[in-house]
Each structure stands twice: as C-alpha cells, then as structure tokens.
C-alpha cells in the first residue's frame, strides 16, 4: 500500500511539473525583473517596479515592494492589517537578503510599521542576522522607527470573533478569503528581485498565523527557510505554513538544487515532494508553495494544492505582466 501510495505521489508531482513549464528570461529596456507571491504580489510589484526601472538595485526593490505590502496593502496576513494572535497581539516579521549573502531579519516585532526596513537595518548596522520581540523593538526606535499601534477596529473585530469557538486549524489558501471572523490565518508576501546588474535581492514580511501562540515565529523572517538569495546561482522563497519550511530548510533547499543544475521549476517541485515524503498525510491537510528565480531571470514555482498564485513584472508585455498559478501535487483544494 505504501509503495503504491508513493506512485501515485509521484506522478502526481511529474504530472504537475509538465503543466507549468519555467518561465524562460526576457530581455527588456532594463534587464530587470520582480515576482512575488499571491495576487496581493502585483501591488508589490508595482512599487518594487519603480525602483528597478530607474536603475535602482535589487535590494532596494525588494524592499519597496515588501514595504508596500506592510503600509498600502490592507491584508489580515501581512503588516498593519494583520490578525493579532491568541492574546490580541499583533507581532509582526520580516526578513531581506542580498545576493551577496548579506541578510537581515526580525521577528515577534510590536508596533513598528516597517519590519522589513527594520530587518535591513539589522542587516547594515548591526552584527546580528535577527533580532526579536522586545530587543527588536528597541532596536528600531533607536534607528528612528516610530512606534504605531497597529491593530486596526477590524482585526480586533476577527480576534473577538474567535474567541467565541478559539479553534485553530490553518486552511489552504486562507489568505485569498474574506476577513469577517474568517479562516484567514497565514500567509506571507515573498519578493523576489533581479536589477539591471544583475544582482538578487528577496524580502518576506508577515503578520503570520492569525490565533497563533503568542511567540510562534513561522519561517519568514529565518535566513533559508522563508527566504534565500544566493547571486551565484539564484533566489527562492516559500509561503504557507511555515513549520513545513523551517523543517524542511526549505528556500536553502530550493537555491541549492538550482546550484545542481535543476531550474526554477523542478527545484521547486523537488522541495515540494521532500515535504510530501516526509509528511505524506500533513502534507494533505496544509499549503506549501514555493517560488524561485534563477539569476539569468527564469521564474518558477511549485505548491502542494491548487491555488498558489504569483506575479511578475519585467516592463515586457503580455505574460509577463500578470498573475500566474503554480502547478500543485494535488489538483483540487483538500477539505
């Protein structure tokens, strides 16, 4: 039974990659290009597109977009919007790297807007990679961040609500539903960025876990679990429950199977079918997607269930300028 269980796994998996081919580099006006994850990445895109098209760097553009996403972007999931946890707290997280192996990050933050701007001032001026909580906080009112309540009427709102039941489950694709008491309980916006030097850079952000305990880092703001940057070779960074990718070392485990010589694509559904092996029946009931770009610009991504989205930008036209769905190991959301 097992083995025929790992049969079916596996065809699933080949059946998938075939679907979504690795969408191949484009010249355009700049060389440049960005791709973030869920449909909330075209905004990201938007701002991150601006700096790469006046020429600005990789790492500038990450940032721009993940900032975005933390201020202009109203998303139970990600920055001032986001869900609070089990207490009422609204812990935030973040991390930036550049392809040169510079990285930042911080998390369990309260009451900064900003924490990916946070997390590359942890990256330039301190020795440190991460900094949390508390010393977090003071880190980033010492470098001149202001510190904002952030928990908005609404999300008070939604923690009320489940208070009323305080179940916890995390659901597939919870980020592309509505708020209202809702089943909205993670996701992450991940960006990814080539400039016209040729450079990487990536950044994630997230509020994580709505009703998590409060503490609960996810894999966002961890170098090589929610992020990884490498400009030898190429970027990666993943979204859903981050358990799954701090387990697996997962965005590290992307970027190193490109260095073998697999693309975007198959690195991606590599990652995915070590998860699936490793936890074949969690596996069904949690989202994992993972998305890469190599460094001569070729995009690709893998999830575990249907419904991963993400977008890219690269001042070319047509495809290249919209939402594109990841091929998934199970073609149908699970319930």
């Not at 900094?131 to 961040?145: H, R």
């Not at 960025?193 to 961890?222: F, N």
Request: aromatic share 6%; charged share 20%; hydrophobic share 40%.
């Amino acid at each position: 039974m097992g083995d025929r269980r790992r049969f079916l796994q596996a065809s699933l998996l080949a059946a998938g990659a075939a679907a979504l081919p690795t969408i191949a580099a484009k010249p355009t006006s700049t060389g440049a290009r960005v791709v973030s994850t869920w449909d909330f990445g075209v905004g990201a895109n938007r701002a991150a597109w601006k700096v790469l098209d006046g020429g600005g760097s990789a790492l500038d553009a990450v940032e721009a977009g993940a900032r975005w996403a933390e201020a202009d972007l109203c998303n139970p999931t990600v920055g001032r919007c986001g869900n609070p946890d089990r207490d009422g707290v609204l812990t935030l997280d973040a991390s930036i790297m550049d392809g040169d192996g510079r990285c930042g990050a911080v998390a369990a933050l309260e009451d900064v807007a900003h924490p990916v701007s946070v997390a590359r001032a942890v990256m330039e001026k301190t020795p440190h990679v991460m900094l949390v909580g508390e010393g977090a906080q003071q880190f980033a009112l010492s470098q001149g961040f202001a510190k904002t309540p952030l928990l908005t009427d609404e999300a008070r709102r939604a923690w009320r609500e489940w208070l009323r039941t305080s179940e916890y489950q995390p659901q597939i694709n919870a980020e592309r539903q509505s708020r209202p008491g809702d089943k909205s309980n993670h996701d992450t916006l991940g960006i990814l960025a080539l400039d016209a030097q040729g450079r990487l850079a990536g950044a994630c952000t997230t509020s994580g876990m709505a009703w998590k305990m409060h503490g609960r880092v996810g894999d966002s703001p961890i170098v090589g679990a929610g992020l990884y940057v490498d400009n030898e070779v190429g970027a990666a960074t993943a979204s859903g429950v981050g358990e799954e990718m701090v387990r697996n070392a997962a965005s590290f485990l992307v970027v190193e199977l490109m260095r073998q010589g697999r693309s975007p694509t198959q690195a991606c559904r590599e990652a995915i079918e070590r998860v699936v092996r490793k936890r074949p029946e969690a596996s069904k009931r949690l989202q994992v997607c993972f998305l890469a770009m190599n460094r001569a610009g070729e995009v690709g991504a893998f999830a575990l269930h249907k419904g991963f989205v993400y977008a890219l930008q690269d001042g070319g036209t047509g495809p290249h300028d919209r939402l594109h769905e990841a091929a998934s190991v199970y073609a149908t959301e699970q319930t």
